[in-house]
């Protein structure tokens, strides 16, 4: 099944190839700065962090706003920005979330260690002010009110669904919880945590979903699955010296260079 998917992969690109999406943007902001993760929000607002784990909001038009930094927690290996009033930042070696305000004030936090029977190494904002959480050591996802309560459980996914999941990355919305199985493509899940279907598409990391497109930025470019049309689409998009990847959110696209972030807006024709 592993070569299949593989060889369909490759049909796709070698054979068929991605279609090509024209689309116009207008820069917006142009900031000098060396990140390891960055996001964008809904309303074009950049966040950032930089090596030495300080996490920094810049306005859509590239000023600096607000910092947060605990030295205490060590990397910060997750940002989710998806609520601009409610933002999660993940420590994964210490298992601990904090919750940020709009101005990066931490407003909670809680720590995983608490139960030794766990071992959270993906998370995610849910609807209704609650989490998505993925549990490696008990290979299930959870779902977590805003006050860290269990609210729903999975179960074991590889006893339940045969899956062996690698998982790297956790992306939920209102309809569906998305997870990068490395090498697989994205498990998509339904709000209630039941198995729905494969995206196979090879993604390193990070994506966005927009609707039924899922968007990340690979090899230099940016491409759009569609995973109920299965069309795989390449977006064209402004040429930066140095892009080493690409955040599409909404109207917005973050290129994100060795030092150096610019922001776009798409043009209303």
Sequence with gaps: MKHFRIFFLLFLFLFQGPLLFSQKFNKEASIDIESKLAKLDQFGNIYVVQPNNELIKFSSKGVKLWSYSNKNFGDIDQVDVKDPLRILVFYAAHQQIVILNNNLSEINRYSFNKDPDVQITLVASANNNGYWVYDQLNRELKKLSNTFIDELRSGNIYQRDGLDIKANYLYANDAYVFINDKGEGIRIFDRFGNFYKTAVIEIPREFEVEGSQILFG?????????????????????????????????????????????????KND
Aim: proline content about 2%; cysteine-free.
């Design 218 to 266: 690979k090899e230099r470019k940016l491409y759009a699955y569609d995973f109920l049309s299965f069309q795989l689409v390449s977006l064209e998009i402004p040429n930066v010296e140095n892009a080493t990847n690409f955040i599409k959110y909404l109207n917005h696209l973050l290129i994100i260079g060795e030092k150096q972030l610019t922001l776009w807006s798409l």
